[in-house]
């Protein structure tokens, strides 16, 4: 029976890689998006033009109360019509957005708004989708290279990037009777349009990355949606509860 992914921020960067790579092993797809409804409906044309299904719905992580149940109420009721039962197989909690400013300057509101989209809004999300994964199934949350290497004025972002990866865990172990395996992928630099596409963007940057990295360059979101995609694959059955930090070697 095919397999169905959903992956949240599927319209731009990693997720929409993750997304391509995944119809390209012959998933179906959903994605959400914040804003970008076009970007979002491009990626939905390249999945079809894959050969898989694809759908697009809006969800702001920022808004898990209330506005979660219109998008868990949306998608069961696709899946219900596309595949004649509201479940799936995967879920991929990507969306985010970044964040730098130090601690004494942090306001309550982006302190918030951080602790909303990456982790209140990736924890409940994940409790309201539950039900609807199939046995056997799996999540994978993304992190950042930054829960491991410590710069300045990452602490809302990075803080909140832990979070995650201890949920992950008690998440893995808690989830032990349906076989679903829960991971955490923890991208270094990658370029996309993350912050001000700031390490695409900005030779500093790149160069500083560069400098840094094993490999000698930043990442691309190819570079990490082939692993996202590998996890959802039963040759990945055996991995769970694990943090994979996927960054060409960076701050080894
Ligand atoms: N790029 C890096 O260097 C890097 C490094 C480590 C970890 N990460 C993590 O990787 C994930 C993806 O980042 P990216 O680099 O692919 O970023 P990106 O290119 O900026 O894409 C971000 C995606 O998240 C969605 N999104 C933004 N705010 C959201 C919200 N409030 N609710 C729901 N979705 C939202 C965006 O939707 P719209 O298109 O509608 O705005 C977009 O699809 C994030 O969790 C990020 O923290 C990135």
């Given at each position: 029976?095919?397999?169905?992914?959903?992956?949240?921020?599927?319209?731009?960067?990693?997720?929409?890689?993750?997304?391509?790579?995944?119809?390209?092993?012959?998933?179906?797809?959903?994605?959400?998006?914040?804003?970008?409804?076009?970007?979002?409906?491009?990626?939905?044309?390249?999945?079809?033009?894959?050969?898989?299904?694809?759908?697009?719905?809006?969800?702001?992580?920022?808004?898990?109360?209330?506005?979660?149940?219109?998008?868990?109420?949306?998608?069961?009721?696709?899946?219900?019509?596309?595949?004649?039962?509201?479940?799936?197989?995967?879920?991929?909690?990507?969306?985010?957005?970044?964040?730098?400013?130090?601690?004494?300057?942090?306001?309550?509101?982006?302190?918030?708004?951080?602790v909303?989209?990456h982790f209140k809004?990736v924890y409940?999300?994940?409790?309201?989708?539950?039900?609807?994964?199939?046995?056997?199934?799996?999540?994978?949350?993304?992190?950042?290279?930054?829960?491991?290497?410590?710069?300045?004025?990452?602490?809302?972002?990075?803080?909140v990037?832990?979070a995650v990866?201890?949920?992950?865990?008690?998440?893995?172990?808690?989830?032990?009777?349906?076989?679903?395996?829960?991971?955490?992928?923890?991208?270094?630099?990658?370029?996309?349009?993350?912050?001000?596409?700031?390490?695409?963007?900005?030779?500093?940057?790149?160069?500083?990355?560069?400098?840094?990295?094993?490999?000698?360059?930043?990442?691309?979101?190819?570079?990490?949606?082939?692993?996202?995609?590998?996890?959802?694959?039963?040759?990945?059955?055996?991995?769970?509860?694990?943090?994979?930090?996927?960054?060409?070697?960076?701050?080894?």
């Amino acid at each position: 029976m095919t397999k169905i992914a959903i992956i949240t921020g599927g319209s731009r960067g990693i997720g929409r890689d993750t997304a391509l790579q995944l119809a390209r092993k012959g998933l179906d797809i959903i994605i959400t998006y914040k804003s970008s409804e076009e970007e979002a409906s491009e990626v939905v044309s390249v999945i079809s033009e894959i050969g898989s299904k694809a759908r697009a719905f809006q969800l702001d992580l920022g808004k898990p109360i209330g506005t979660f149940d219109v998008f868990i109420s949306n998608v069961s009721e696709y899946l219900k019509k596309t595949y004649g039962e509201a479940k799936f197989d995967y879920l991929i909690n990507n969306g985010g957005i970044g964040g730098h400013t130090s601690v004494a300057e942090a306001s309550e509101e982006e302190f918030d708004l951080m602790v909303n989209v990456h982790f209140k809004g990736v924890y409940f999300l994940t409790q309201k989708l539950l039900p609807f994964i199939n046995n056997k199934g799996g999540i994978v949350n993304i992190s950042s290279g930054l829960t491991r290497r410590t710069f300045p004025n990452t602490s809302t972002y990075a803080t909140v990037k832990g979070a995650v990866e201890v949920f992950t865990r008690v998440l893995a172990a808690e989830l032990n009777e349906k076989k679903i395996r829960v991971n955490t992928v923890a991208p270094g630099a990658i370029q996309t349009d993350f912050n001000g596409g700031v390490t695409r963007d900005d030779p500093k940057m790149n160069q500083a990355v560069s400098s840094i990295t094993a490999l000698g360059r930043p990442g691309l979101p190819e570079d990490v949606g082939g692993v996202i995609a590998f996890l959802c694959t039963d040759n990945a059955y055996w991995i769970n509860g694990q943090r994979l930090e996927v960054s060409g070697g960076m701050a080894l």
